[in-house]
């Protein structure tokens, strides 16, 4: 019966109020870190608004989600993929760097991840074609699967002594790739 069904389906369907807000940012723009007061702030340049805002990662953030950095969750923005990400900073405390978190952007040239992180999960910078510099933490445990695919422009990685799996392909398609060193 449709009528007493209906109200089963508003029980399981309730709208509530997250315990955290969800919404990195309400402009479009160029991103970079910057330290104020020992908080980490994204700040967002939108050149053509002239626009600016600041995204405050805040303390205990312990993963960077699947598809953080990607602009939308279409299928058509996650190919086009992110144009104003150029250098990240990842907070210390930060453990694991979720699948597709920095997929396609292809503007990233610089990735600082700091020691607290143990995973870096499949595809999670996949196609940052101009990323370059990796700064690669000493407690990394895991490097997933096409983790750097397609990150053309990476010339060095060094291995940390406790990284116990790299996965298949990891580093596919890194054509300028010249040297991994495993302590």
């Excluded at 396609?104 to 992180?117: A, E, G, Q, R, Y």
């Amino acid at each position: 019966d449709v009528t007493q069904g209906l109200p089963r389906v508003e029980e399981l369907f309730e709208a509530r109020r997250p315990k955290a807000c969800g919404l990195i940012a309400k402009i479009d723009g160029r991103v970079r870190m910057v330290e104020e007061k020992r908080s980490n702030v994204l700040v967002i340049n939108n050149e053509e608004t002239m626009q600016e805002e600041k995204v405050i990662i805040p303390d205990g953030v312990k993963k960077i989600g699947y598809r953080a950095f990607c602009p939308k969750n279409t299928d058509k923005d996650f190919w086009k993929g992110n144009e104003y990400v150029e250098t990240v900073i990842i907070p210390e405390g930060v453990t694991e760097i979720d699948s597709f978190a920095f997929v396609n952007c292809h503007k990233l040239i610089n990735v600082s991840i700091p020691d607290s992180v143990e995973i870096i999960h499949d595809d999670a910078f996949k196609w940052c074609e101009n990323l370059q510099n990796i700064l690669s933490p000493k407690n990394l445990k895991r490097i997933g699967s096409r983790a750097f695919e397609g990150c053309k422009k990476i010339e060095k990685i060094c291995i940390p002594a406790g990284t116990e799996k790299v996965g298949a392909a990891a580093f596919y398609l890194c054509t300028s790739l010249k040297e991994v060193i495993f302590p």
